[in-house]
């Protein structure tokens, strides 16, 4: 049976290459080579790399050319490095000669913002800075930010704002800031993905903060996927299959700035914030970057405003729970 996998925030990565089962039964100890184990951290979480090859020593080049490009790619994209070329670039408000994946990435994120109508904007980040001082602060008002604040944080969201190409990124107010967590992991997720790929892995599955597929499992059948509505969530709600796909999940449970849970990590660029609409949203997709910016951009729409999207992208499946505990799926059967 296919190995379950629920939503986590332990990073794991399976992998065999082309013709190798996942796993080497018994009777083919003695012809494949034990899994090449790798644990350590990335993108700031626990991390296993399992590999099945029949050449230890490529084996571990290719676990250690993993490794080092989720490095080198958290270094470009994290708000929690110091270092981080985003952070210099949120300091600044402008960075020349930008690192070609982060254009790549400021463009797919302008792709999605424009298709979402704006419900996934990567320059929330002075919404999340307002709400986290604010309920940081001692005596914080239970009712959230003064208004005066939230209209001053709003005023420089909107990706509208951000100027690229590939010799400069800027941005057009002052205090902009991005934040590409909504996106960044599916976009790592897929870069390894392709370098598994050109490594010759024919089966992998990858759960990354979002989940990719490379092939079936060593059944031959669909990966297992569990979908749930936190991340600790230990018996999933539903159960998926997928083949070459990527899986993401958003949910308003996952971070609350406040003791009560009113003000949830989902922001919404043009309000500031909103009741949750779901308990969880699941988007499967081909690709790990699309899946990752759409389940926030769906949490922040209703029901109807998805059909209507989902009309012009028809290989998109939605799986959702709403607050009411209704569970649907939309778009493309899986």
């Known amino acids: 049976m296919a190995k379950l996998f629920t939503r986590r925030r332990t990073i794991c990565i399976l992998a065999a290459a082309a013709g190798l089962p996942l796993i080497p039964p018994t009777a083919l100890a003695r012809r494949i080579a034990e899994p090449v184990v790798w644990n350590g951290q990335a993108l700031g979480a626990p991390a296993t790399l399992i590999l099945n090859h029949d050449d230890p020593a490529a084996a571990g080049q290719l676990v250690n050319r993993v490794v080092a490009e989720v490095s080198r790619l958290e270094a470009i994209f994290s708000l929690y490095r110091s270092d981080s070329v985003l952070l210099e670039l949120n300091r600044a408000g402008a960075l020349a000669a930008p690192p070609s994946e982060l254009v790549t990435l400021l463009e797919r994120s302008g792709a999605i913002w424009e298709a979402s109508n704006g419900a996934f904007d990567p320059t929330i980040q002075p919404l999340w800075t307002l709400y986290a001082r604010h309920f940081s602060s001692a005596n914080a008002d239970p009712a959230g930010p003064a208004s005066d604040e939230l209209q001053a944080a709003l005023s420089r969201v909107g990706f509208a704002g951000v100027?690229?190409?590939?010799?400069?990124?800027?941005?057009?107010?002052?205090?902009?800031?991005?934040?590409?967590?909504?996106?960044?992991?599916?976009?790592?997720?897929?870069?390894?993905?392709?370098?598994?790929?050109?490594?010759?892995?024919?089966?992998?599955?990858?759960?990354?903060?979002?989940?990719?597929?490379?092939?079936?499992?060593?059944?031959?059948?669909?990966?297992?996927?569990?979908?749930?509505?936190?991340?600790?969530?230990?018996?999933?709600?539903?159960?998926?299959?997928?083949?070459?796909?990527?899986?993401?999940?958003?949910?308003?449970?996952?971070?609350?700035?406040?003791?009560?849970?009113?003000?949830?990590?989902?922001?919404?660029?043009?309000?500031?914030?909103?009741?949750?609409?779901?308990?969880?949203?699941?988007?499967?997709?081909?690709?790990?970057?699309?899946?990752?910016?759409?389940?926030?951009?769906?949490?922040?729409?209703?029901?109807?405003?998805?059909?209507?999207?989902?009309?012009?992208?028809?290989?998109?499946?939605?799986?959702?729970?709403?607050?009411?505990?209704?569970?649907?799926?939309?778009?493309?059967?899986?």
């Open 163 to 334: 100027r690229f190409n590939r010799d400069r990124i800027a941005f057009a107010r002052p205090q902009m800031a991005l934040s590409l967590n909504g996106i960044a992991q599916g976009y790592i997720t897929d870069r390894i993905v392709d370098m598994l790929r050109d490594a010759g892995i024919g089966s992998s599955l990858l759960s990354m903060g979002e989940s990719r597929a490379i092939g079936a499992a060593a059944s031959g059948q669909p990966w297992r996927v569990g979908l749930a509505e936190t991340e600790a969530g230990a018996v999933p709600d539903t159960i998926i299959g997928i083949i070459d796909r990527a899986v993401s999940t958003s949910s308003a449970s996952g971070f609350h700035f406040d003791p009560s849970g009113r003000f949830g990590h989902i922001l919404d660029p043009l309000r500031g914030s909103a009741p949750p609409r779901y308990r969880r949203m699941s988007v499967i997709v081909p690709d790990a970057t699309a899946a990752d910016a759409l389940s926030t951009a769906f949490s922040l729409m209703d029901p109807a405003e998805i059909r209507r999207f989902l009309k012009n992208h028809p290989d998109i499946t939605v799986d959702m729970v709403e607050i009411s505990g209704t569970h649907s799926r939309l778009g493309a059967a899986i």
